[in-house]
């Protein structure tokens, strides 16, 4: 079982900047692929961006392209979303999302491919 911890949320102004940060409680999670969700009250669940497991394939959603980054330290077992830009819709509760893949397995843009999620963290920007 891995257990997925997302910290780094908070109150930011539009154009501000956040990182989220996504760590696992296994070194296994560097065997993951993995993906960040978000879900605005009363919305359902969206995909914002991904990760493979070598950290060569990256995917984000078209409404935050050019505004996030996705990345990840094997060495601390985390993966980032750095948020720059930030708008009143990017408010939501921002989820982490893991699954074990071989090496080259691009991420799915899909929730349900995910194994293990995180708890998530609260992002809100005020206009």
């Known amino acids: 079982q891995v257990q997925l911890v997302e910290s780094g949320g908070g109150l930011v102004q539009a154009g501000g900047s956040l990182r989220l940060s996504c760590t696992a409680s296994?070194?296994?999670?560097?065997?993951?692929?993995v993906g960040w969700f978000r879900q605005a009250p009363g919305q359902e669940r969206e995909f914002v961006s991904s990760?493979?497991?070598?950290?060569?394939?990256?995917d984000y959603a078209n409404s935050v392209k050019g505004r996030f980054t996705v990345s990840r330290d094997y060495d601390k077992n985390t993966v980032y979303l750095q948020m720059t830009g930030l708008k009143p819709e990017d408010t939501a509760i921002y989820f982490c999302a893991g699954r074990r893949t071989i090496l080259t397995v691009s991420p799915d843009v899909q929730a349900d491919w995910y194994t293990y999620w995180g708890q998530g963290t609260q992002v809100t920007v005020s206009s």
């Open positions: 296994r070194r296994s999670f560097n065997e993951f692929a």
């Open positions: 990760i493979s497991r070598n950290g060569r394939s990256t």
